[in-house]
């Protein structure tokens, strides 16, 4: 009885390592954007005259949707396409193309409600543990910083 008890265990630990060997092995290879992201800066401008702009917010990727939220803590800042009162919120279908470094978001749902529909294309690096945002379109002028957050 002892015997089959031992190797019963003995069995469970084996089979926890393989899935814990394959589950590794698969996030080795997952899409480097999956994820919580937390906005460390937002800078706007045209490239070479970015100027820093004090926003805070993060961005979920989850493996075919993204999840933005983001605030000008200037409750007064005038609204832009993407905001209202200061506060961006929207999220969408997410396509990717990693060999190019660029993704789209078609809006499903938006805070600023002209968003819906739209599609956004960015361009992205992920260094690590840090995510850079730069728009396909130059002229738009942006560049948001991301770092990983860990819910350890």
Not at 78 to 103: I, K, N, S
Request: aromatic letters at 6%.
């Amino acid at each position: 009885m002892k015997k089959q008890i031992l190797t019963g265990a003995v069995t469970l630990g084996l089979l926890g390592s393989i899935v814990a060997c394959s589950q590794s092995a698969d996030g080795a290879g997952s899409d480097p954007l999956t994820g919580e992201w937390r906005m460390t800066s937002l800078e706007v401008g045209t490239e070479g005259d970015l100027q820093p702009v004090p926003y805070s917010g993060q961005i979920t990727f989850t493996g075919d949707t993204v999840s933005v939220q983001a605030m000008n803590p200037d409750t007064e800042a005038p609204d832009t396409a993407l905001t209202v009162q200061g506060y961006e919120a929207f999220y969408g279908d997410l396509t990717t193309d990693p060999d190019a470094g660029t993704f789209t978001i078609t809006v499903e749902s938006a805070l600023a409600r002209d968003l819906i529909g739209q599609t956004l294309d960015r361009n992205y690096e992920v260094d690590g543990d840090t995510l850079v945002l730069t728009p396909s379109d130059p002229a738009d002028g942006f560049r948001v910083t991301y770092e990983r957050h860990s819910s350890a």
